[in-house]
C-alpha cells in the first residue's frame, strides 16, 4: 500500500499530513517555487511506528530545473532538506522535472517496492 499523498500545485498548499511532511511541503516550496508539488508518506510501508514520518517520496516541478542535469536537480532538493536528511528523514526518492517535462507527461512514476522488509516480518536466511 502506497503511503498518503499529500499533494499542493499552483501554490495552494493544504495542511495535510504531519510535522516533517508539512516541513517538507515548506522547504521546497521556499527553495524551488515549484509549479506542482507532491509529497508522499511512505513511512507505512517500512515497518515503523505510526506517525514515523522516516520514508517521503517527493515529485517537485520546477523552472529552477531549466537545463540542469538530474543529478544537480536532485542536490537542490537535498540541499533545501538538508537538516530533515541528517536527521530525522530516513529516506527520500526524488522525481524532479522542469514545467515542460510535467506538461508533456504529467504523472509520477509508482513508488519504488520496500526491499528492506518490514521489522513486524519475519526475515528467513
Do not use: N, Y
Not at 521556499?30 to 505510526?50: F, I, K, M, N, Y
Not at 527520500?92 to 506538461?103: F, G, Y
Request: glycine share 14%; proline share 11%; net charge positive.
Amino acid at each position: 500500500m502506497r503511503g498518503p499523498l499529500l499533494a499542493a500545485a499552483g501554490g495552494a498548499m493544504g495542511g495535510a499530513g504531519g510535522p516533517l511532511a508539512r516541513t517538507i511541503r515548506a522547504k521546497l516550496t521556499a527553495a524551488l517555487q515549484p509549479t506542482h508539488l507532491e509529497v508522499r508518506d511512505d513511512s507505512p510501508r517500512h515497518g515503523g511506528p505510526p506517525g514515523a514520518e522516516t520514508h517521503f517520496g517527493v515529485l517537485v516541478v520546477s523552472g529552477r530545473f531549466a537545463g540542469l542535469p538530474l543529478l544537480q536537480r536532485h542536490r537542490l532538493v537535498h540541499e533545501a532538506l538538508r537538516a530533515e536528511l541528517a536527521g530525522p528523514l530516513h529516506a527520500l526518492q526524488v522525481i524532479a522535472r522542469t514545467p515542460q517535462q510535467w506538461e508533456s507527461d504529467p504523472q509520477a512514476p509508482p513508488a519504488p517496492p520496500c526491499l528492506g522488509g518490514s521489522k513486524r516480518e519475519q526475515r528467513r536466511g
